[in-house]
Protein backbone atom coordinates (compact mmCIF):
# COMPACT_ATOMS: atom_id res chain seq x y z
CA UNK A 1 0.00 0.00 0.00
CA UNK A 2 1.47 3.53 -0.76
CA UNK A 3 2.40 5.27 2.12
CA UNK A 4 1.96 9.21 2.95
CA UNK A 5 4.25 11.13 4.98
CA UNK A 6 2.22 13.92 6.20
CA UNK A 7 1.45 16.18 9.70
CA UNK A 8 -2.23 17.98 10.08
CA UNK A 9 -0.58 21.60 9.91
CA UNK A 10 1.48 20.90 6.56
CA UNK A 11 -0.19 22.85 3.46
CA UNK A 12 0.85 20.79 0.98
CA UNK A 13 0.02 17.92 2.55
CA UNK A 14 -3.51 19.30 2.36
CA UNK A 15 -3.15 19.45 -1.47
CA UNK A 16 -1.73 16.21 -1.65
CA UNK A 17 -4.87 14.56 0.86
CA UNK A 18 -7.31 16.26 -1.34
CA UNK A 19 -5.98 15.24 -4.37
CA UNK A 20 -6.22 11.22 -2.83
CA UNK A 21 -9.74 11.76 -1.80
CA UNK A 22 -10.92 13.21 -4.88
CA UNK A 23 -9.44 10.11 -6.80
CA UNK A 24 -9.96 7.27 -4.02
CA UNK A 25 -6.77 6.75 -3.01
CA UNK A 26 -5.89 5.45 -0.28
CA UNK A 27 -2.27 5.38 1.46
CA UNK A 28 -0.79 4.44 4.90
CA UNK A 29 -0.45 8.01 7.23
CA UNK A 30 2.56 8.61 8.90
CA UNK A 31 2.71 11.66 10.58
CA UNK A 32 6.10 14.14 11.58
CA UNK A 33 5.19 16.51 13.57
CA UNK A 34 7.36 19.85 11.67
CA UNK A 35 6.88 21.80 14.85
CA UNK A 36 8.68 19.06 17.08
CA UNK A 37 11.83 19.15 14.38
CA UNK A 38 10.87 15.33 13.33
CA UNK A 39 11.52 16.75 9.52
CA UNK A 40 15.03 17.00 9.79
CA UNK A 41 15.90 14.07 12.17
CA UNK A 42 17.49 10.60 10.53
CA UNK A 43 14.71 8.80 9.73
CA UNK A 44 12.73 11.31 7.53
CA UNK A 45 15.86 12.08 6.25
CA UNK A 46 16.22 8.49 3.98
CA UNK A 47 12.29 9.33 2.81
CA UNK A 48 13.45 13.40 1.99
CA UNK A 49 16.53 14.65 2.22
CA UNK A 50 14.86 18.24 2.27
CA UNK A 51 13.14 17.61 4.63
CA UNK A 52 9.53 18.63 3.40
CA UNK A 53 6.58 17.20 3.77
CA UNK A 54 4.54 15.70 1.84
CA UNK A 55 6.72 12.80 0.65
CA UNK A 56 4.85 9.34 -0.64
CA UNK A 57 6.14 6.08 -1.02
CA UNK A 58 4.82 4.18 -4.01
CA UNK A 59 6.22 0.59 -4.21
CA UNK A 60 9.63 0.57 -5.84
CA UNK A 61 11.62 3.87 -6.58
CA UNK A 62 12.06 6.88 -4.99
CA UNK A 63 9.81 9.14 -2.75
CA UNK A 64 7.22 11.14 -4.51
CA UNK A 65 7.57 15.00 -3.02
CA UNK A 66 6.86 18.16 -4.26
CA UNK A 67 3.06 18.83 -3.76
CA UNK A 68 2.49 19.85 -7.29
CA UNK A 69 4.44 17.30 -8.86
CA UNK A 70 2.32 14.70 -6.84
CA UNK A 71 -0.85 15.75 -7.67
CA UNK A 72 0.15 15.54 -11.79
CA UNK A 73 1.03 11.93 -10.55
CA UNK A 74 -2.10 11.23 -9.52
CA UNK A 75 -4.24 12.71 -12.38
CA UNK A 76 -1.58 10.52 -14.70
CA UNK A 77 -2.37 6.93 -12.63
CA UNK A 78 -5.92 7.63 -11.74
CA UNK A 79 -7.72 9.73 -14.61
CA UNK A 80 -10.89 9.90 -13.48
CA UNK A 81 -12.15 12.84 -12.34
CA UNK A 82 -9.45 14.83 -14.21
CA UNK A 83 -7.74 17.64 -12.18
CA UNK A 84 -7.04 19.30 -15.17
CA UNK A 85 -9.04 20.53 -18.23
CA UNK A 86 -8.19 19.12 -21.89
CA UNK A 87 -6.68 21.99 -23.82
CA UNK A 88 -3.52 23.09 -23.37
CA UNK A 89 -4.56 27.06 -22.28
CA UNK A 90 -6.85 25.31 -19.79
CA UNK A 91 -4.19 23.28 -18.32
CA UNK A 92 -1.86 26.51 -18.59
CA UNK A 93 -4.25 28.85 -16.83
CA UNK A 94 -4.58 25.75 -14.34
CA UNK A 95 -1.32 25.18 -13.74
CA UNK A 96 -0.22 28.85 -13.38
CA UNK A 97 -3.06 29.44 -10.81
CA UNK A 98 -1.58 26.57 -8.79
CA UNK A 99 1.87 27.89 -8.98
CA UNK A 100 0.62 31.39 -7.85
CA UNK A 101 -0.91 29.63 -4.66
CA UNK A 102 1.85 26.86 -4.42
CA UNK A 103 4.83 28.85 -5.45
CA UNK A 104 4.90 32.33 -5.52
CA UNK A 105 2.97 32.88 -1.88
CA UNK A 106 3.04 29.28 -0.11
CA UNK A 107 6.88 28.56 -0.24
CA UNK A 108 7.01 32.02 1.30
CA UNK A 109 6.33 31.27 4.68
CA UNK A 110 6.78 27.85 5.74
CA UNK A 111 7.99 27.00 9.33
CA UNK A 112 11.63 26.90 7.73
CA UNK A 113 11.28 30.06 6.73
CA UNK A 114 9.98 31.80 9.25
CA UNK A 115 12.19 30.56 11.54
CA UNK A 116 15.03 31.42 9.36
CA UNK A 117 13.97 35.00 9.56
CA UNK A 118 13.98 34.32 13.62
CA UNK A 119 17.15 32.95 14.02
CA UNK A 120 19.20 35.21 11.28
CA UNK A 121 17.41 38.24 11.09
CA UNK A 122 15.85 38.71 14.40
CA UNK A 123 12.18 39.12 13.25
CA UNK A 124 9.77 38.15 16.15
CA UNK A 125 6.69 36.54 16.10
CA UNK A 126 4.73 39.34 15.33
CA UNK A 127 7.64 39.89 12.38
CA UNK A 128 7.21 36.51 11.26
CA UNK A 129 3.68 36.51 11.39
CA UNK A 130 3.22 39.62 9.23
CA UNK A 131 5.62 38.51 6.89
CA UNK A 132 3.32 35.48 6.00
CA UNK A 133 0.08 37.41 6.14
CA UNK A 134 2.21 39.56 3.30
CA UNK A 135 2.82 37.20 0.83
CA UNK A 136 -0.38 34.91 1.76
CA UNK A 137 -2.49 38.54 0.76
CA UNK A 138 -0.39 39.25 -2.50
CA UNK A 139 -1.31 35.39 -4.00
CA UNK A 140 -4.70 35.28 -2.78
CA UNK A 141 -4.82 39.32 -4.32
CA UNK A 142 -3.18 37.89 -7.44
CA UNK A 143 -5.52 34.85 -7.92
CA UNK A 144 -8.77 37.62 -7.02
CA UNK A 145 -7.60 39.28 -10.40
CA UNK A 146 -7.31 36.36 -12.33
CA UNK A 147 -10.70 34.70 -10.97
CA UNK A 148 -12.63 38.22 -11.52
CA UNK A 149 -10.55 39.15 -15.29
CA UNK A 150 -10.73 36.10 -16.93
CA UNK A 151 -13.92 34.28 -18.56
CA UNK A 152 -12.97 30.91 -17.78
CA UNK A 153 -13.57 30.91 -14.14
CA UNK A 154 -16.46 29.38 -13.15
CA UNK A 155 -18.55 27.71 -10.47
CA UNK A 156 -14.45 26.57 -9.85
CA UNK A 157 -11.52 28.30 -10.63
CA UNK A 158 -11.35 26.90 -14.26
CA UNK A 159 -15.16 26.29 -15.37
CA UNK A 160 -17.58 23.91 -13.23
CA UNK A 161 -14.99 21.42 -12.44
CA UNK A 162 -12.38 20.87 -9.55
CA UNK A 163 -8.81 21.48 -10.51
CA UNK A 164 -5.32 21.46 -9.26
CA UNK A 165 -5.89 24.98 -8.92
CA UNK A 166 -8.92 25.05 -6.33
CA UNK A 167 -6.96 22.93 -4.56
CA UNK A 168 -3.58 24.96 -3.93
CA UNK A 169 -6.07 28.02 -3.52
CA UNK A 170 -8.15 26.02 -0.96
CA UNK A 171 -4.47 25.14 0.75
CA UNK A 172 -3.65 29.26 0.63
CA UNK A 173 -7.12 30.41 1.72
CA UNK A 174 -7.28 27.54 4.70
CA UNK A 175 -3.48 29.24 4.75
CA UNK A 176 -4.47 32.53 5.17
CA UNK A 177 -7.31 31.31 8.04
CA UNK A 178 -4.64 29.35 10.15
CA UNK A 179 -2.43 33.15 10.46
CA UNK A 180 -5.76 34.84 11.47
CA UNK A 181 -7.09 36.30 8.11
CA UNK A 182 -10.26 36.74 6.38
CA UNK A 183 -11.34 36.01 2.75
CA UNK A 184 -13.46 38.98 2.59
CA UNK A 185 -10.86 41.26 0.43
CA UNK A 186 -11.23 38.10 -2.50
CA UNK A 187 -15.00 37.86 -2.77
CA UNK A 188 -14.75 35.50 -6.01
CA UNK A 189 -12.32 33.61 -4.83
CA UNK A 190 -14.22 32.95 -1.39
CA UNK A 191 -17.17 31.69 -2.99
CA UNK A 192 -14.89 29.38 -4.79
CA UNK A 193 -13.30 28.22 -1.68
CA UNK A 194 -16.72 27.84 0.33
CA UNK A 195 -17.81 25.75 -2.70
CA UNK A 196 -14.30 23.19 -2.45
CA UNK A 197 -14.75 23.19 1.18
CA UNK A 198 -18.62 22.15 1.34
CA UNK A 199 -16.80 19.17 -0.64
CA UNK A 200 -16.28 16.02 1.37
CA UNK A 201 -13.26 15.92 -0.71
CA UNK A 202 -11.87 19.01 0.82
CA UNK A 203 -13.76 18.59 4.13
CA UNK A 204 -11.92 15.61 5.41
CA UNK A 205 -8.77 16.77 3.97
CA UNK A 206 -8.72 19.67 6.08
CA UNK A 207 -5.56 20.48 8.93
CA UNK A 208 -8.11 20.83 11.42
CA UNK A 209 -9.77 17.34 10.86
CA UNK A 210 -6.54 15.56 10.73
CA UNK A 211 -5.06 14.09 14.14
CA UNK A 212 -3.37 16.09 16.15
CA UNK A 213 -4.69 18.94 15.30
CA UNK A 214 -6.11 21.67 17.88
CA UNK A 215 -9.89 21.48 17.40
CA UNK A 216 -10.03 24.96 16.33
CA UNK A 217 -8.28 27.82 15.13
CA UNK B 1 2.94 36.04 -33.26
CA UNK B 2 3.40 35.08 -29.63
CA UNK B 3 4.68 37.63 -27.80
CA UNK B 4 7.22 37.12 -24.72
CA UNK B 5 7.60 40.08 -22.05
CA UNK B 6 11.31 39.08 -20.54
CA UNK B 7 14.36 41.01 -19.12
CA UNK B 8 17.57 39.46 -19.07
CA UNK B 9 17.99 39.27 -15.52
CA UNK B 10 14.65 36.87 -14.59
CA UNK B 11 15.90 33.66 -14.27
CA UNK B 12 12.17 32.62 -14.61
CA UNK B 13 12.24 34.03 -18.37
CA UNK B 14 15.52 32.29 -18.94
CA UNK B 15 13.64 29.23 -18.34
CA UNK B 16 11.03 29.86 -20.63
CA UNK B 17 13.69 30.87 -23.35
CA UNK B 18 15.89 27.55 -23.19
CA UNK B 19 12.08 26.00 -23.29
CA UNK B 20 11.03 28.38 -26.49
CA UNK B 21 14.78 27.06 -28.05
CA UNK B 22 14.58 23.90 -27.54
CA UNK B 23 10.94 23.58 -29.13
CA UNK B 24 11.53 26.14 -31.93
CA UNK B 25 9.44 28.71 -31.08
CA UNK B 26 9.78 32.10 -31.48
CA UNK B 27 8.10 35.41 -30.32
CA UNK B 28 8.28 38.76 -30.34
CA UNK B 29 10.37 39.72 -27.18
CA UNK B 30 9.28 42.73 -24.93
CA UNK B 31 11.84 43.98 -22.36
CA UNK B 32 10.27 45.04 -18.71
CA UNK B 33 12.92 46.61 -16.83
CA UNK B 34 12.89 44.63 -13.23
CA UNK B 35 15.67 46.90 -11.94
CA UNK B 36 13.59 50.11 -12.39
CA UNK B 37 10.10 48.84 -11.38
CA UNK B 38 8.97 48.32 -14.52
CA UNK B 39 6.90 45.69 -14.09
CA UNK B 40 4.61 47.24 -11.42
CA UNK B 41 3.78 49.77 -13.91
CA UNK B 42 -0.45 49.90 -15.14
CA UNK B 43 1.24 49.15 -18.75
CA UNK B 44 2.53 45.59 -17.47
CA UNK B 45 0.21 45.23 -14.98
CA UNK B 46 -2.51 44.80 -17.99
CA UNK B 47 -0.59 42.18 -19.03
CA UNK B 48 0.21 40.35 -15.19
CA UNK B 49 -1.06 41.68 -12.88
CA UNK B 50 0.44 40.19 -10.70
CA UNK B 51 3.66 42.40 -11.65
CA UNK B 52 5.79 39.53 -12.66
CA UNK B 53 7.57 38.12 -15.72
CA UNK B 54 7.73 36.37 -17.83
CA UNK B 55 4.20 36.72 -19.48
CA UNK B 56 3.27 35.58 -23.29
CA UNK B 57 0.25 36.18 -25.42
CA UNK B 58 -0.32 33.95 -27.44
CA UNK B 59 -3.51 34.55 -29.94
CA UNK B 60 -6.62 34.98 -27.57
CA UNK B 61 -7.30 34.49 -24.41
CA UNK B 62 -5.59 35.27 -21.19
CA UNK B 63 -1.82 35.80 -21.19
CA UNK B 64 -0.09 32.29 -19.88
CA UNK B 65 1.84 32.97 -16.52
CA UNK B 66 4.40 31.29 -14.24
CA UNK B 67 7.26 30.02 -16.57
CA UNK B 68 6.92 25.59 -15.58
CA UNK B 69 3.21 26.13 -16.47
CA UNK B 70 4.63 27.99 -19.60
CA UNK B 71 6.78 25.16 -20.85
CA UNK B 72 4.19 22.60 -19.71
CA UNK B 73 2.24 24.10 -22.42
CA UNK B 74 4.75 24.42 -24.80
CA UNK B 75 5.58 20.70 -24.48
CA UNK B 76 2.04 19.86 -25.27
CA UNK B 77 1.20 22.37 -28.27
CA UNK B 78 5.02 21.17 -29.57
CA UNK B 79 5.84 18.10 -28.18
CA UNK B 80 9.33 17.50 -29.90
CA UNK B 81 11.19 17.31 -28.26
CA UNK B 82 9.76 16.35 -25.15
CA UNK B 83 10.81 18.33 -22.08
CA UNK B 84 9.39 15.39 -19.88
CA UNK B 85 9.93 11.33 -19.50
CA UNK B 86 6.66 8.95 -20.36
CA UNK B 87 6.10 7.43 -17.43
CA UNK B 88 4.47 9.03 -14.61
CA UNK B 89 6.87 8.11 -11.88
CA UNK B 90 9.92 9.24 -14.18
CA UNK B 91 7.43 12.72 -14.93
CA UNK B 92 6.45 13.60 -11.42
CA UNK B 93 10.40 13.02 -10.82
CA UNK B 94 11.32 15.48 -13.04
CA UNK B 95 8.00 18.28 -12.15
CA UNK B 96 9.62 17.43 -8.39
CA UNK B 97 13.38 18.27 -9.41
CA UNK B 98 11.94 21.31 -11.24
CA UNK B 99 9.49 22.43 -8.14
CA UNK B 100 12.45 22.10 -6.02
CA UNK B 101 14.47 24.73 -7.97
CA UNK B 102 11.63 27.34 -8.87
CA UNK B 103 9.37 27.37 -5.85
CA UNK B 104 10.92 25.63 -2.89
CA UNK B 105 14.46 28.17 -3.94
CA UNK B 106 14.19 30.92 -6.76
CA UNK B 107 10.64 32.29 -5.23
CA UNK B 108 12.29 32.88 -2.34
CA UNK B 109 15.26 35.70 -3.58
CA UNK B 110 13.03 36.76 -6.42
CA UNK B 111 13.29 41.01 -6.35
CA UNK B 112 10.47 41.50 -4.54
CA UNK B 113 12.06 39.33 -1.39
CA UNK B 114 14.74 41.17 -1.14
CA UNK B 115 13.24 44.36 -1.28
CA UNK B 116 10.47 43.55 0.96
CA UNK B 117 13.38 42.20 3.55
CA UNK B 118 15.31 46.11 2.95
CA UNK B 119 12.37 48.18 3.27
CA UNK B 120 10.41 45.77 5.96
CA UNK B 121 12.81 44.43 8.00
CA UNK B 122 15.85 46.56 7.47
CA UNK B 123 18.09 44.04 6.12
CA UNK B 124 20.67 45.37 4.36
CA UNK B 125 22.27 44.61 0.74
CA UNK B 126 24.84 42.24 2.29
CA UNK B 127 22.15 40.84 4.20
CA UNK B 128 19.95 40.33 0.91
CA UNK B 129 22.64 38.78 -0.57
CA UNK B 130 23.23 35.86 2.07
CA UNK B 131 19.28 35.61 2.30
CA UNK B 132 19.58 34.82 -1.48
CA UNK B 133 22.73 32.64 -0.95
CA UNK B 134 21.24 30.68 2.00
CA UNK B 135 17.95 29.51 -0.39
CA UNK B 136 20.33 28.32 -3.25
CA UNK B 137 22.28 26.82 -1.55
CA UNK B 138 19.34 25.01 -0.03
CA UNK B 139 17.94 24.29 -2.98
CA UNK B 140 21.20 23.06 -4.87
CA UNK B 141 21.76 20.83 -2.26
CA UNK B 142 18.45 19.32 -2.10
CA UNK B 143 18.96 18.85 -6.12
CA UNK B 144 22.66 17.36 -5.97
CA UNK B 145 20.87 14.71 -2.85
CA UNK B 146 18.41 13.94 -5.68
CA UNK B 147 20.78 13.45 -8.38
CA UNK B 148 23.14 11.40 -6.47
CA UNK B 149 21.23 8.64 -4.84
CA UNK B 150 18.98 8.29 -7.59
CA UNK B 151 19.67 5.79 -10.08
CA UNK B 152 17.08 7.51 -13.11
CA UNK B 153 20.58 10.45 -13.00
CA UNK B 154 21.55 10.20 -16.52
CA UNK B 155 24.05 12.80 -18.53
CA UNK B 156 21.22 14.91 -17.55
CA UNK B 157 18.84 15.31 -14.64
CA UNK B 158 16.30 12.10 -15.53
CA UNK B 159 18.08 10.20 -17.80
CA UNK B 160 19.73 11.27 -21.44
CA UNK B 161 17.30 13.83 -22.24
CA UNK B 162 16.86 17.60 -21.55
CA UNK B 163 13.52 17.81 -19.07
CA UNK B 164 12.26 20.57 -17.15
CA UNK B 165 14.86 19.48 -14.40
CA UNK B 166 17.28 20.26 -16.53
CA UNK B 167 16.16 23.83 -17.13
CA UNK B 168 15.14 24.56 -13.96
CA UNK B 169 18.69 23.25 -12.04
CA UNK B 170 20.38 25.64 -14.99
CA UNK B 171 18.20 28.70 -13.91
CA UNK B 172 19.60 28.10 -10.14
CA UNK B 173 22.77 27.32 -11.09
CA UNK B 174 22.82 30.26 -13.14
CA UNK B 175 21.56 32.22 -9.98
CA UNK B 176 23.80 31.03 -7.94
CA UNK B 177 26.65 32.59 -10.50
CA UNK B 178 24.99 35.69 -10.47
CA UNK B 179 24.81 36.21 -6.62
CA UNK B 180 29.07 35.03 -6.70
CA UNK B 181 28.13 32.04 -5.76
CA UNK B 182 30.30 28.41 -7.32
CA UNK B 183 28.86 24.68 -7.82
CA UNK B 184 31.76 22.87 -6.52
CA UNK B 185 29.81 21.98 -3.50
CA UNK B 186 27.61 20.34 -5.73
CA UNK B 187 29.36 18.28 -8.17
CA UNK B 188 27.07 15.95 -9.73
CA UNK B 189 24.92 18.57 -10.53
CA UNK B 190 27.74 20.91 -11.63
CA UNK B 191 28.56 18.53 -14.41
CA UNK B 192 25.14 18.50 -15.45
CA UNK B 193 24.71 21.98 -15.65
CA UNK B 194 28.03 22.32 -17.69
CA UNK B 195 26.63 19.97 -20.03
CA UNK B 196 23.30 21.73 -20.34
CA UNK B 197 25.09 25.41 -20.59
CA UNK B 198 27.14 24.05 -23.88
CA UNK B 199 23.96 23.25 -25.65
CA UNK B 200 22.68 26.25 -27.96
CA UNK B 201 19.33 26.35 -26.39
CA UNK B 202 20.91 27.11 -22.88
CA UNK B 203 23.56 29.46 -24.13
CA UNK B 204 21.59 31.78 -26.25
CA UNK B 205 19.11 32.10 -23.78
CA UNK B 206 21.73 32.61 -20.99
CA UNK B 207 20.82 35.70 -19.04
CA UNK B 208 23.97 37.61 -19.82
CA UNK B 209 23.51 36.90 -23.67
CA UNK B 210 20.23 39.08 -23.52
CA UNK B 211 19.71 42.51 -24.51
CA UNK B 212 20.46 44.86 -21.99
CA UNK B 213 22.65 42.50 -19.73
CA UNK B 214 26.17 43.52 -18.85
CA UNK B 215 28.93 41.97 -20.59
CA UNK B 216 30.23 40.05 -17.95
CA UNK B 217 28.95 39.26 -14.41
Redo the contacts between chains.
Keep these: MMKIFTFWRSLASFRVRIGMNLKGISADENFVDIFAGKQNEPGFKLIN ?2 G ?1 LPAIV ?1 GQ ?2 P ?3 S ?3 L ?2 FD ?2 HPEPPLLPKD ?2 G ?3 V ?2 L ?3 A ?3 AH ?2 FTPR ?1 RN ?2 GK ?2 G ?1 DEA ?1 QL ?1 WAR ?1 WID ?1 GLR ?1 IE ?2 LT ?2 D ?1 TGLYCHGDQITIADISVASLAVGQQLFGGTLTAYPRLAEIFDRCIEHRAFATAHPLAQPGAPTSL
Design positions: PQLDGPLVQLAIEYEIPRRARRAAQIASDSLVYLNYVGNHLADHSEE
